[in-house]
C-alpha cells in the first residue's frame, strides 16, 4: 500500500512497512539524526548514504538538498528503496541509488543477513548473534566511487553499515581528512565484539570454554574498544565531535561502558 509521508514540511510517497513509516512520520524514529539532518543540510549540499536501508534518510535528505548518492546491498532492502524512488518522481534526478557495499577493495563480497534480510542488521560482518545467512554483492571502494561518478565533492556523509565502519572508514580516510564533509557515523561496538568472538573462536566448543572463562567477555569488550577508539582518534582532525545530542563527546577519554552505548556521532 502507498502512502503520502509527511515530515516538517516534506512530503514523498513510500510503500512498504507501514509500522515502520508511522513510527518515522511521527518522529518516533531516531529523532537525534533527523535533528542533524535537519541543523546540517543546505540547499546545496551533496550527501553520500552509505547504508540506505529503505530510504528514510536517502527520501527525506535529497528533498532538501541538491544530490544524494545512496548505497544499498542488502537485496531486499534494495528493492523496497527502488520502490520507493519510483513513487517520487521529484526526486529522480536528485537521488543516484547504487546496489552495492563500500568496501576496502571494491571486489565482489558477502553480506551476512541478521535475521533476515530487509530488516536494517545486514552486515558485511559475519556475527555470533546473526543467522547469518549471505549472499554476494558487488562493491566499490569509496575512492572509486567519487572518481567514476565524477563527484568533485560531498559535503555530508551518514554511515550506518552494522559494524563495518570500523574497517571501512579508514580506506576513507585520506578524503575525509582533505576535505572534511560533516561524517555522522552509528557505531555498533556490540557489533565488532560478536565478530571478534566468532573470528577467534571459530568453533561453537571454543566459545563455550571462552564464556565459562570470562562471562562478562572482558577480553572481547576490550578489544573491541581498543579498535573504536584506534578508529575515533583518526579521526581527530575534525575540529568538533558530538553525540546525537549535539553534545560533545570526549571519546578518547570515553569508557568501555560508554562506548558500548554509544549509538552515534557527528564529526564537523
Known sequence: MNREIKKKGIAFTVTGSQEFWNSFEDQSWEPDTMNILDKFLKPTDVMV???????????????????????????????????????????????????????????????????????????????VKSKNDYVEVSSVTFDRFLTDNKVEKVDFIKMDIEGAEFFIVPTMMSYLQAHRPAFLISLHHPALSEFLELSIFPYGFLRRIYRLLDPKKKFLRNKSTKQMKGLLKELSFYEHCVNGKLEPFDHQNATTEELEKLDMLLFY
Open 49 to 127: 548514504d552509505i547504508g540506505a536501508w529503505i530510504g528514510p534518510i536517502s527520501l527525506y535528505s535529497s528533498s532538501k538538498i541538491k544530490k544524494c548518492y545512496s548505497f544499498e546491498p542488502d537485496p531486499i532492502a534494495y528493492g523496497e528503496i527502488s520502490q520507493n524512488l519510483a513513487l517520487n518522481p521529484q526526486l529522480k534526478e536528485k537521488v543516484s541509488l547504487f546496489n552495492m557495499a563500500i568496501t576496502t577493495n571494491g571486489q565482489k563480497v558477502k553480506i551476512f543477513s541478521r535475521y533476515s534480510y530487509g530488516d536494517s542488521g545486514t552486515s558485511l560482518l559475519k556475527r
